[in-house]
């Protein structure tokens, strides 16, 4: 699977949206890209994933430039209890094994 | 939604001792399980696959023989961390795959102490 890297941290106001990026330069085209949250002292929470597309669920939305290179989540409205750690994971979907970078921690601030 | 239950939440146990951490798919059967450690301040990092009938699958560097994976059912694996040590004193999770779904879902953790 391809690397990924994110910013180490990043600060969000409360309730407005929070963009966060994810480089992921060496993609391969049967790549996926799947974001995933950890609150402190618990295990992962899938958000979204995406292929191309821009991708859209009721927790966020996925924004994959064309060239797929990079990509950014965004959480529309940020509030306190979305403080957490951000993965960002390239995956084929085939062997279904996972592997975490380092994350973007966020912190929503009130 | 899927949930991935482990037991127990957290464990205390002497060096040399053995420890065992049970992960349960609650309302599907998963025949691949993930385990993953996970030191303070870290990322996690995957230790092994665990295949329903089969031997584990271990990354490198992981010691198989230290710690043991057992897949025994479609809805239970566990990892037994044998002759533990304080440096094995870490945040295990396992997670699973929902059959004919692209989501991980993941177990709360076990959080290990080797005293």
């Known amino acids: 699977d391809a690397k990924t890297t994110q910013p180490p941290s990043m600060d969000c106001a409360e309730g407005r949206a929070a963009n966060l990026p994810c480089n992921h330069s060496t993609i391969s085209g049967n790549e996926y890209v799947y974001w995933y949250r950890q609150i402190h002292s618990q295990g992962p929470q899938y958000i979204i994933h995406?292929?191309?597309n821009n991708e859209t669920n009721e927790m966020a939305s996925l924004i994959i430039t064309e060239d797929r290179k990079s990509s950014t989540l965004i959480l529309p409205h940020a509030t306190l209890r979305d403080t957490a750690v951000y993965y960002c994971?390239?995956?084929?979907?085939?062997?279904?094994?996972?592997?975490f970078g380092t994350g973007t921690s966020l912190t929503v601030i009130p | 939604g899927a949930v991935v239950s482990q037991h127990p939440s957290w464990v205390i146990c002497k060096s040399g001792t053995s420890v065992k951490i049970e992960c349960r798919s609650l309302d599907f059967q998963a025949t691949t399980m993930f385990w993953y450690r996970q030191f303070p301040k870290q990322s996690l990092m995957l230790m092994a696959t665990s295949n329903e009938g089969s031997k584990a699958t271990y990354e490198q560097g992981v010691e198989k023989d230290k710690f043991l994976i057992n897949h025994a059912s479609l809805t239970l694996s566990t990892l037994t961390v044998t002759s533990a040590h304080p440096e094995d004193s870490s945040f295990y999770i396992c997670s699973a795959n929902f059959p004919g779904s692209y989501e991980q879902y993941f177990g709360p953790g076990t959080r290990l102490t080797v005293t």
């Open positions: 994971i390239s995956h084929t979907n085939t062997g279904n094994q996972f592997y």
């Open positions: 995406g292929l191309k």
